[in-house]
């Protein structure tokens, strides 16, 4: 089965500062996807960013973007410029067609933003 | 208007009683999730139905049980509560053929916060 793994329960960064968030999963399949998906107070799920493991190429979405490694199986998300409104809990996730159709979360880490 | 709606937000109850919590989508989407989050575990999947005919046990299924009315419809159930299942609870859709620039996203509600006393 597949596992996911955030080492991190807590971060904290200064506003606009850099914070990189680790993730780390465990799979056989060699076509998948990995997600990153914040949580504010909230409580809403909200995507912020996808790769796909067929592509070489890092995602980016603005401030956001993963530092992907398929061989050494870790997924991170780097937040540039920290932003007051970036405190949440992060979660990784992953799904592959060929493992059920399923989304696997890992644990969470909680990102505080410092003024 | 949200996609994904769920009903009731918040909700106390007692031990032993039986609880619904519903979810409605309008994405059209087929496949519907219910998943239930503790601190430190991340997301769990309970049950998931990817038609209203298909129904699927989750990672933690035991103590629920699922309801798919129709396409839009699709309702979690606890018979008897339990103190252990004071949790949040979401439910997510997707797509069942997005393309590739979709695949394996999901969409979630706004989440239930269930408390059992």
Known sequence: AQTVTQSQPEMSV??????????????????YYLFWYKQPPSRQMILVIRQEAYKQQNATENRFSVNFQKAAKSFSLKISDSQLGDAAMYFCAYFSENAGNMLTFGGGTRLMVKP | DADVTQTPRNRITKTGKRI??????????????????????GLRLIYYSFDVKDINKGEISDGYSVSRQAQAK????????????????????????????????????????????
């Open chain 2, 20 to 41: 619904m919590l519903e979810c409605s989508q309008t994405k059209g989407h087929d496949r519907m999730y219910w998943y239930r989050q503790d601190p430190g575990l």
């Open chain 2, 74 to 117: 699709f309702s979690l159930s606890l018979e008897s509560a339990i103190p252990n299942q004071t949790a949040l609870y979401f439910c997510a859709t997707s797509d069942q053929e997005p393309g590739l620039a979709g695949a394996g996203e999901q969409f979630f509600g706004p989440g239930t916060r269930l408390t059992v006393l």
């Open chain 1, 14 to 31: 200064q506003e606009a500062e850099t914070v990189t968030l680790s993730c780390t999963y465990d799979t056989s399949e060699s076509d």
